[in-house]
Nanobody
Framework: QVQLVESGGGLVQAGGSLSVSCAVSGSIVRVNAMGWYRQAPGKQRELVAAITSGGSTNYADSVKGRFTISRDNAKNTVYLQMNLLKPEDTAVYYC???????????????WGQGAQVTVSS
């Protein structure tokens, strides 16, 4: 069984920094793209940043220059470093991994449990 376990997040003042990480465990054949999404109260879940297995990245315009996504393929872990945080970054941050759990199944998306990030003004 595949699990995505998130850690990090918390409360910080505007202009501060936080990080979140997400470790994938269980039956894994291959992890493809990994990413971070966020959902603020009353809003739809949105992509924050994504990274391919080869290390190519893309970011939402709202976080470019402030957030950095990275991954450790040996540890099946993805990270998100968040700097210069703004109150509008407040949300639950979810990690996502597209992976194949066996040689007999197609890759599909898995989700972490979510980590709260709160930025006070």
């Amino acid at each position: 069984q595949v699990q995505l376990v998130e850690s990090g997040g918390g409360l910080v003042q505007a202009g501060g920094s936080l990080s979140v990480s997400c470790a994938v465990s269980g039956s894994i054949v291959r992890v493809n793209a990994m990413g971070w999404y966020r959902q603020a109260p009353g809003k739809q879940r949105e992509l924050v940043a994504a990274i391919t297995s080869g290390g190519s990245t893309n970011y939402a315009d709202s976080v470019k220059g402030r957030f950095t996504i990275s991954r450790d393929n040996a540890k099946n872990t993805v990270y998100l470093q968040m700097n210069l945080l703004k109150p509008e970054d407040t949300a639950v941050y979810y990690c996502n991994a597209n992976l194949r759990s066996s040689s007999f199944t197609r890759p599909r998306d898995y989700w972490g449990q979510g980590a709260q990030v709160t930025v006070s003004s």
